[in-house]
């Protein structure tokens, strides 16, 4: 029987490391094998947190492997994959877990749809095009509505539209928010800059 690809994307702070948390925990309760897995770029100690204090042990991915180069079995029935922060991700590195979930693993991959900039990762940009299931997190903006951009700002608090889109260690200076405050409600020719000013 085929294993399933499954894409749960979110904003930043969505709760997504805890889901994938509890996620594990559920299914080990039931006796699954279950393996955690996330990228070298992250942090290289080999555990996975979330902000709310769970924690688990997880296999390090380092961006020369894939996860079928470091799984320590190699059939792949029944068992279950969690990758964290798949954004991160090369799209070859999501081809091999698309390869792992048709030998049987459910293989499911938390992470950032959007950067900053108006735009998808690519890994998510491919995940969105080859995953069976997607399954969207909520969180919300400070005004109450939903959260669907990533605003990442200075320290001052500006906007910042342009740069490097992995910015590693710097995670306080996003935040999740609506696409009202993401342009910061600027006017409409402020507007037309900022996306000029994209890239
Ligand atoms: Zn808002």
């Not at 698309?98 to 992470?111: H, M, N």
């Not at 690519?122 to 997607?134: K, N, P, Q, R, T």
């Not at 200075?154 to 009202?180: H, L, M, Q, R, W």
Request: net charge negative; with cysteine; proline share 2%.
């Amino acid at each position: 029987m085929n294993g399933k690809l499954i894409f749960q994307y979110a904003t930043m702070n969505a709760g997504k490391t805890a889901k994938l948390l509890t996620e594990a925990y559920n299914l080990m309760a039931i006796g699954k094998n279950v393996t955690l897995i996330k990228p070298s770029i992250d942090t290289r100690n080999e555990t996975i947190e979330s902000r709310n204090g769970f924690k688990s042990d997880c296999l390090v991915l380092n961006e020369k492997q894939n996860v079928s180069d470091i799984l320590p079995f190699s059939d792949y029935k029944d068992k279950y994959i969690l990758v964290d922060e798949c954004q991160f991700l090369s799209k070859e590195q999501i081809f091999d877990l698309r390869k792992i979930s048709l030998k049987g693993a459910t293989v499911e991959c938390f992470g950032l749809k959007n950067t900053f900039k108006m735009e998808l990762f690519e890994s998510s940009a491919f995940l969105l095009a080859i995953a069976d299931e997607i399954v969207e997190n909520s969180s919300y903006c400070h005004c109450g509505e939903k959260a669907t951009m990533i605003l990442k700002t200075d320290s001052d608090s500006n906007p910042i539209y342009n740069g490097d889109i992995i910015d590693c260690g710097a995670e306080d200076k996003y935040t999740s928010v609506c696409f009202k405050h993401y342009t910061n409600e600027t006017n409409d020719t402020q507007l037309s800059d900022i996306f000029r000013n994209l890239g």
